[in-house]
């Protein structure tokens, strides 16, 4: 998606979250490029995700993080509270950490990849899911979305800021688990 197919975020919060997302997408890009298009279906080992299995299963998640930001807002549409805060929110959440892949977290099957699709659908599922996420973003565009908040499995609740700054950190923890998939298909790759 290009910055001119995308909606307009007025907001300075939603503009920081907007670059933060954006930075995460390079990595992620870069991570993916780094892995041949010809091995991007294969998996390293029988127990781990290929390539393309992690960016459906990223782009799974970020649609239903963009389905709950967008109810979100409509609550905080509903209350009518204005955002009149402009500081930072990247210290809502230490989205950073979560590329520590040192423990692994076993994603519900809901969000499981099915394996369906080839590196290209995936990669345009990731963008299209990104779309949707910045799209209601864009709804929210001045609203307190940080007294809206819904529980996450694994950190309690969190304001709608906080949802956002988790999908880039888990985007950023996919990235190096996608670096991990080239090293490791580098490797079996040279062997034969």
Do not use: K
Not at 4 to 22: N, V
Not at 47 to 57: F, G, I, R
Not at 152 to 165: A, E, K, N, S, T
Request: charged residues 30%.
């Amino acid at each position: 998606m290009s910055n001119t197919d995308r909606p307009r975020l007025t907001h300075p919060r939603l503009r920081e979250l907007e670059t933060f997302l954006d930075e995460r997408r390079a990595e992620l890009r870069a991570a993916v490029d780094a892995v041949p298009p010809a091995l991007r279906r294969r998996r390293p080992a029988p127990d781990c995700w290929s390539t393309a299995e992690v960016l459906e299963h990223l782009a799974t998640l970020e649609g239903a993080v963009a389905r709950l930001v967008a109810g979100g807002v409509e609550d905080a549409r509903a209350s009518g509270v204005a955002e009149t805060e402009v500081s930072s929110v990247r210290p809502r959440l230490d989205a950073d950490a979560m590329r520590d892949r040192s423990r692994g977290i076993q994603a519900p099957d809901r969000l499981l990849p099915r394996g369906e699709l080839d590196d290209a659908a995936a990669w345009a599922a990731v963008e299209r899911a990104r779309a949707t996420l910045l799209a209601a973003l864009a709804g929210g565009d001045g609203l307190a979305l940080g007294a809206v908040t819904r529980p996450h499995p694994l950190f309690g609740p969190l304001d709608l800021y906080q949802w956002v700054l988790a999908v880039g950190g888990h985007e950023a923890r996919h990235a190096g688990q996608i670096r991990d998939i080239a090293d490791a298909l580098g490797t079996h790759a040279a062997q034969r």
